[in-house]
């Protein structure tokens, strides 16, 4: 495997026996161009596979980004272990290899029909077949194969292009009988990736002609250097351990053709986003550009930056890495074909109308994203600021979640007993007036407005003052209340919509933006919501009021809002009567 850049790589590739040729329906990423989001874990499928896999993937339970698979009719390993070989001149002992590392590999895989045993051994080029499998597994694959099947090999890439090459390789199959062994004298040799390496000769002449050059035209180099300033970076050393994480300014310079204002994707409070297009692998990106003015935390804050760029979720946008200059920090993600969805929601003119269904989907796909942040992470991440504008639709109009994490670019080097609101207004959930603390409760909150939002196709706060539905959240509660709900519903969108979605959709909404911070799901309950695993619980008594829990909260009435939650406290109480 090479890497286009050193020590990154995505996502694999495979060695396969499968009863067609024809794979066209397999998708790139982390399917490794061997299934797709339908077929995975299909019994019909009848593939036997050995993955040499590069990126941990929750959904199919990885256990590392740098480990071998045996997969049968899934991208879930039957079994799997950390890529090495023991290792027989040390005694068995286990050694790591990094797939990665752009070094030519061995792989063996053996099977016994009549064991029903399955064995697969590694080990470097030069290194002889060690006695011990790294994997060994019993499994009948006669329940799994099919005759006539086809034996070959697969491999995709993700965000980041790399180069898979199948060196050589040798069958047999019989009883008894074992693959011819390869010359390894007759290998090709692997292609060579980045520029090529100076000659003898050249390192030994370069020197002295650039101490001439430096002689004579001292002064051109001086003005070729204060021209080349445009691109200078800050860099520390601390940040040598996330390299490829880090991209050139001049790279970043040149694929956005000087941050021109006709590939200005977009702007908001936190910069300007440019599309790009990356100059060695091709790759579309997208290019935020953040202005800050404090070096304190910086080095926390760059390793957040880095922990979120590992995060792999079909559900969130891609953070690719990051680019220092003074004064402005660059953040590179994947590009997103079709945009943020509130210029669908609030129709621009070159935008159609979603139908129910999309936006459904979409909603969905915003909570199973964001359940993984809070929950499925190796730590939570707390978003900050969910809303439609943060919300980004790739080819396929799938929602994806963007912008994670970057609001703590302003809590770092602050005094930590103090703390500061965060956040777009109309997604604000209510303590954090009072206590500026942001929590996965408060990201449930704002996840409750944009499900309103996206249902009833109305922004959170409308800019006509007139308009006696300005807030979203109080106009849904006054129908609420009325036993109209359904009237909400976005009216481009009327007769032509599944109505039981519509209701759980509202009522799920009211339910994660209600003002008490307890009663609101977590977003593992608001998953199974929305997948129909459990059904939705009452919000609270129709005659209380949303606006009055708020207040009372902020003005730290929490012990009576706790019993709200539980026993149903009376509205007279309540209205002070």
């Known amino acids: 495997m090479v890497p286009i850049y050193p020590g990154i790589c995505t996502d694999g590739m495979a060695f396969l026996i499968s009863p067609t040729k024809d794979l066209s329906g397999a998708q790139t990423s982390q399917y490794l161009g061997l299934l797709n989001k339908t077929s995975d874990r299909n019994s019909s499928n009848h593939i036997f596979a050995v993955e040499l896999d590069t990126s941990q993937n929750t959904e199919f339970n990885d256990i590392d980004d740098n480990h071998i698979g045996i997969d049968i009719n899934s991208l879930t390993s039957f079994q799997s272990h950390s890529a090495g070989f023991f290792d027989d001149s040390k005694d068995g002992m286990f050694s790591n290899l990094s797939l990665i590392s752009s070094r030519e590999m061995q792989v063996w895989v053996d099977y016994s029909a009549e064991a029903t045993q399955i064995n697969v051994t590694m080990a470097p080029l030069k290194v002889t077949k060690p006695s011990r499998p790294l994997l060994s597994a019993t499994y009948n694959l006669s329940t799994v194969l099919e005759d006539p099947s086809y034996i070959g090999f697969s491999a995709s890439t993700g965000p980041i292009y790399s180069l898979y090459c199948v060196l050589g390789w040798s069958f047999s199959l019989g009883i008894n009988s074992s693959a ?47 021209r080349q300033m445009k691109f200078a970076e800050i860099k520390e050393d601390w940040e040598d351990e996330f390299g490829p994480h880090r991209f050139s300014y001049k790279d970043l310079f040149h694929a956005t053709d000087g941050f021109k204002n006709n590939n200005l994707l977009g702007l908001g409070g936190f910069g300007k986003v440019y599309k790009g297009v990356l100059p060695v692998s091709k790759l579309e ?126 809590d770092h080097g602050s005094d930590p007993q103090t703390t500061h609101v965060v956040g777009t207004m109309g997604y604000l959930a209510p303590e954090l007036a009072r206590t500026g603390k942001a929590t996965p409760m408060t990201d449930v909150y704002a996840f409750g407005i944009f499900i309103l939002e996206v249902t009833c196709g109305q922004r959170p706060i409308s800019s006509h003052a007139e308009d006696s539905s300005q807030i979203l959240i109080d106009w849904v509660v006054e129908h609420w209340h009325k036993g109209s709900l359904t009237y909400t519903l976005d009216h481009r969108l009327q007769g032509n919509c599944n109505a039981d979605e519509v209701d759980l959709a509202l009522t799920l909404g009211l339910l994660c933006a209600h003002p008490v911070c307890n009663a609101r799901p977590s977003m593992r309950q608001v998953t199974q919501y929305l997948n129909g695993e459990m059904p939705l619980p009452e919000i609270m008594p129709r005659n209380l009021s949303y606006s009055v829990l708020g207040l009372m909260q902020n003005e730290g009435f929490d012990q009576y809002i706790s019993t709200v939650g539980s026993s149903g406290i009376t509205s007279s109480f309540l209205s002070g009567r």
Request: hydrophobic letters at 40%.
């Open 285 to 410: 990106i997208a290019v935020k550009r953040v202005s800050h003015d404090s070096k304190q935390g910086m080095k926390e804050f760059i390793a957040e930056i880095v922990s979120i760029g590992r995060l792999r979720h079909r559900n969130l946008v891609q953070l690719l890495g990051y680019c220092r200059r003074k004064g402005e920090l660059l953040l590179v993600y994947d590009y997103m074909a079709n945009g943020s969805l509130d210029k669908y929601l609030h129709c621009e003119e070159d935008k159609p109308t979603l139908n129910w269904s999309q936006r459904f989907q979409i909603i969905k796909d915003v909570a199973f994203g964001l359940f993984y942040l809070h929950e499925r992470c190796e730590k939570v991440v707390i978003h900050r600021d969910i809303k439609a504008s943060n919300v980004l639709l790739d080819c396929e109009m799938n929602g994806r979640l963007g912008d994670f994490g970057l609001a703590r670019l302003y």
């Open 180 to 226: 011819p062994q390869i010359d390894i004298a007759k290998l090709p040799k692997l292609p060579q990736v980045g520029p090529k390496p100076q000659s003898k000769v050249l390192k030994i002449t370069l020197p002295i002609a650039t101490a001439i050059f430096i002689l004579i035209i001292g002064t051109t180099i001086i003005l070729f250097v204060r």
